[in-house]
């Protein structure tokens, strides 16, 4: 069974009532709590944390990654995100959820700013699947309707993705591409738009669904890691040249 993490920054909901009321337990709990239901073993860190709870025994028993942050991006400190980072490239999965697009680690990996429009004015989002035989969208229709969100607009400055799996629509008209694939050594990263912390995104079933799938999707592969560097055995004999 899959070993997952949830990293969740942890501030909005130790500053802000309203997220407190949406999400009582942390956002990291809420999503716990659905990840936990189909007997995954999954644990929980946070930023205020020792190491930001992301000590290299924890690493070491991840499977896959789950990341929020969104006001304390530039607090996390490098060499934790440098550990995140080989970790990713040994195997481990990595989810990146909404304004976690700014985040130190997923910067990192993909190698541009991630930077976007954004605008919050409580209106619909409509992510359509553009790839209905991708594991991504199993169990989702044709797309999922969030009654209130904030928007991301484009251009998106990532790197184009491996995948493109969902495209959202906003009610004022921008578009976005919310459901992200990439490959970085031997791990696989998601990016998955949806989840402003003040409004109740990851209690919508279908948004639940498309995340446990990414769970399932990113787990790593039992191969090992390319071996780099100076290889001072040949695999044949090297015939002398220049030798009189």
Not at 74 to 90: A, K, P, S, T, W
Not at 199 to 222: C, D, E, L, M, S
């Amino acid at each position: 069974m899959t070993r997952v993490t949830i990293w969740n920054e942890n501030r909005h909901e130790q500053s802000n009532p309203e997220v407190k009321e949406v999400y009582p337990k942390g956002i990291h709990g809420a999503l716990e709590q659905f990840l936990q239901a189909e007997g995954r073993t999954v644990g929980t860190a946070t930023l205020d944390e020792p190491e930001h709870g992301l000590t290299e025994e924890v690493l070491r028993e991840t499977d896959v990654l789950l990341w929020w942050g969104h006001m304390a991006h530039d607090e996390v400190e490098d060499e934790i995100v440098e550990r995140v980072h080989q970790r990713v490239l040994e195997g481990m999965g990595l989810i990146v959820l909404h304004s976690g697009h700014f985040s130190k680690i997923f910067k990192k990996l993909m190698g541009t700013s991630c930077d976007l429009k954004w605008r919050e004015a409580n209106e619909t989002e409509r992510l359509w699947v553009l790839d209905p035989s991708h594991p991504l969208t199993e169990g989702i229709g044709e797309y999922i309707e969030i009654e209130r969100e904030e928007m991301y607009g484009e251009h998106f400055d990532i790197p184009a993705p491996d995948e493109l799996v969902m495209m959202s629509w906003f009610e004022g008209g921008e578009v976005f591409r919310s459901l992200c694939t990439y490959r970085r050594g031997n791990g696989k990263i998601v990016y998955f738009r949806p989840g402003h912390e003040t409004y109740p995104t990851y209690h919508h079933k279908a948004v639940q669904r498309v995340i446990q799938n990414a769970v399932n999707w990113a787990g790593p592969q039992a191969r090992p890691r390319p071996v780099y560097g100076n290889h001072n055995e040949p695999l044949e004999p090297i015939t002398p040249k220049g030798v009189e």
